[in-house]
Nanobody, 123 residues
Framework: QVQLVESGGGSVQSGGSLRLSCTAYGYTYSIHYMGWFRQAPGKEREGVAVIDSAGSTSYADSVKGRFAISQDNAKNTLYLQMNSLKPEDTAMYYC?????????????????WGQGTQVTVSS
């Protein structure tokens, strides 16, 4: 019903920046919230930032002031601008989407997922 494709990951040094992109295909009219999640080896998947179709956003405390989520509705594309990257930000980053109208940073709330893009931050 919905497919998500991420891009933009890579390897950077501490303090560097990356911009992730996620494009949605299919029945995108049904999507009300999209978000970025990440999972490091040995850790549970966690919410990073979410945004609704009108542009309202929520962020995890660990990334507030450093990351910014945005979207281009005409292109069905989601972005995550990551600045001041730290080694603890190293993880596989996933784009996700859901149909419900309430905001959530919980991965369990999201139905559709991309394949992920790796972000590695060296010290």
């Amino acid at each position: 019903q919905v497919q998500l494709v991420e891009s933009g990951g890579g390897s950077v040094q501490s303090g560097g920046s990356l911009r992730l992109s996620c494009t949605a295909y299919g029945y995108t009219y049904s999507i009300h919230y999209m978000g970025w999640f990440r999972q490091a080896p040995g850790k549970e998947r966690e919410g990073v930032a979410v945004i609704d179709s009108a542009g309202s956003t929520s962020y995890a405390d660990s990334v507030k002031g450093r990351f910014a989520i945005s979207q281009d509705n005409a292109k069905n594309t989601l972005y995550l601008q990551m600045n001041s990257l730290k080694p603890e930000d190293t993880a596989m980053y996933y784009c996700a989407a859901k149909f419900e109208w309430w905001s959530s940073l919980s991965p369990d709330e999201y139905k559709y997922w991309g394949q992920g893009t790796q972000v590695t931050v060296s010290s």
